[in-house]
T-cell receptor
Framework: DAGITQSPRHKVTETGTPVTLRCHQTENHRYMYWYRQDPGHGLRLIHY???????DKGEVSDGYSVSRSKTEDFLLTLESATSSQTSVYFC???????????FGPGTRLTVL | GENVEQHPSTLSVQEGDSAVIKCTYSDSASNYFPWYKQELGKGPQLIID?????GEKKDQRIAVTLNKTAKHFSLHITETQPEDSAVYFCGSSSGNTGKLIFGQGTTLQVKP
């Protein structure tokens, strides 16, 4: 398995609270991605990073922000969680755009 | 925008039979096509991928074919086994960012 961990693996929170999810990799890959997975929608890209401090929006970025201060860590923040952000969140890494992409184990987030 | 359509959404086969899942993409610049297997409660696992300069790739019981003219690619699983039961996702990407667009997924059930 690719060296990707996500924390926490499960979280329950209340509407309006801030939430930060962490993705950590040991592969020294340049590209990192955050996806959400929902029934009927498959995997959708939230944000991605192409280097330290270099990030860009994906398909469903509203309500989310990201930060990457180190190669190995990519943080996803929900500034004020809403029930529509209840989902399973996956992090993925890639050495470069031509390389294969590998996924982490996921974080199940429930917003009450 | 870019789109990937995947069919069928569910597929049930008898153990030992073959299974075929097909994806169609819209972006003619797409040049990378991975397939992922996702088991319940786990992250997507890359099982095979193909690039646009190749028409077919095989790895034991799994093969992928690509038809760039028709803009579709297919996953073929031969001699299916109960452990092949999972959700399978196709993806396509292009450009400098390598952002993947995923199909909606196919739930494969292999009956013993």
């Amino acid at each position: 398995d690719a060296g990707i961990t996500q924390s926490p693996r499960h979280k329950v929170t209340e509407t309006g609270t801030p939430v930060t999810l962490r993705c950590h990799q040991t592969e020294n890959h340049r590209y990192m991605y955050w996806y959400r997975q929902d029934p009927g929608h498959g995997l959708r890209l939230i944000h991605y990073s192409y280097g330290v401090k270099d990030t860009d929006k994906g398909e469903v970025s509203d309500g989310y922000s990201v930060s990457r201060s180190k190669t190995e860590d990519f943080l996803l923040t929900l500034e004020s969680a809403t029930s529509s952000q209840t989902s399973v969140y996956f992090c993925a890494i890639r050495r470069d755009p031509e390389a294969s992409e590998f996924f982490g184990p996921g974080t199940r987030l429930t917003v009450l | 925008g870019e789109n990937v359509e995947q069919h069928p959404s569910t597929l049930s086969v008898q153990e030992g039979d073959s299974a075929v899942i097909k994806c169609t993409y819209s972006d003619s610049a797409s040049n990378y096509f991975p397939w992922y297997k996702q088991e319940l409660g786990k992250g997507p696992q890359l099982i095979i991928d193909i690039r646009s300069n190749v028409g077919e790739k095989k790895d034991q019981r799994i093969a992928v074919t690509l038809n760039k003219t028709a803009k579709h690619f297919s996953l073929h699983i031969t001699e299916t086994q109960p452990e092949d039961s999972a959700v399978y996702f196709c993806g396509s990407s292009s450009g400098n960012t390598g952002k993947l667009i995923f199909g909606q997924g196919t739930t494969l059930q292999v009956k013993p």
